[in-house]
């Protein structure tokens, strides 16, 4: 089981800046790929950036620019730098990885509970 946390979120002017984190309860993210996912109000949620295991990262068109993704070197936390916020970023921003249990593939997924990044115009 992996629990993942999140934080960081909070209430920000358009132009400013984030950092949001995704702390895992194990070291993962050395061996597993993840992403950050987010959620507005009366949308459905959408992709904002991946990472793999051995550190690429890919991000939103409409992101790109703007994030940044790194890691710890325990391997047990990402971050997710934001910057330029614009009020269209404003949701609720969830760390998500595949967690693959055996060489035959098998996997589980794992979510956080998200933190919320409202921005203000």
């Known amino acids: 089981q992996v629990n993942l946390v999140e934080s960081g979120g909070g209430l920000v002017q358009a132009g400013g800046s984030l950092r949001l984190s995704c702390v895992a309860s194990r070291s993962i993210f050395r061996r597993n790929d993840m992403a950050w996912y987010r959620q507005a109000p009366g949308k459905q949620q959408e992709l904002v950036a991946t990472f793999t295991s051995a550190g690429s990262a890919n991000y939103a068109g409409s992101l790109k620019g703007r994030l940044t993704i790194s890691r710890n070197d325990a391997g047990d936390t990402v971050y997710l730098q934001m910057n330029s916020l614009k009020p269209e970023d404003t949701g609720r921003y969830f760390c998500?990885?595949?967690?693959?249990?055996?060489?035959?593939?098998?996997?589980?997924?794992?979510w956080g509970q998200g933190t919320q990044v409202t921005v203000s115009s």
């Open positions: 998500y990885v595949r967690v693959v249990v055996n060489v035959e593939g098998a996997y589980h997924d794992h």
